[in-house]
Nanobody, 124 residues
Framework: QVQLVESGGGLVQAGDSLRLSCAAS????????MGWFRQAPGKEREFVAA????????FYADSVKGRFTISRDIAQNTVYLQMQSLRPEDTAVYYC?????????????????WGPGSQVTVSS
């Protein structure tokens, strides 16, 4: 019903910035929740950031707070994750997700749609 495609990942050096984009297509809803998760090798998927489509409520993981910013371009049906001061521990596959629940959640199982992921590698 909702298709998500991430872009913008790549290889960067520690301290660099990178912006991920998530383009949504198909049927979307004004109450949809957009989130970013990441999964590093050998680790479980973890929450990064999430926002209501309107931006009224935004959550960040403590590990990225102050460095990452989630934002939306409503006209383009796109959500972004601006990443600053990247660290090697930020290396992971980053996933865009959407939930129909209508409320921001940090729990992956509450999201209904997922993109294929985009690799972000931060070298030291």
């Amino acid at each position: 019903q909702v298709q998500l495609v991430e872009s913008g990942g790549g290889l960067v050096q520690a301290g660099d910035s990178l912006r991920l984009s998530c383009a949504a297509s198909g049927r979307t809803f004004s109450s949809i929740i957009m989130g970013w998760f990441r999964q590093a090798p050998g680790k479980e998927r973890e929450f990064v950031a999430a926002t209501t489509w309107t931006g009224s409520t935004i959550f960040y993981a403590d590990s990225v707070k102050g460095r990452f910013t989630i934002s939306r371009d409503i006209a383009q049906n796109t959500v972004y994750l601006q990443m600053q001061s990247l660290r090697p521990e930020d290396t992971a596959v980053y996933y865009c997700a959407a939930a129909r629940s209508g409320y921001v959640s940090k729990l992956s199982y509450e999201y209904d749609y997922w993109g294929p992921g985009s690799q972000v590698t931060v070298s030291s």
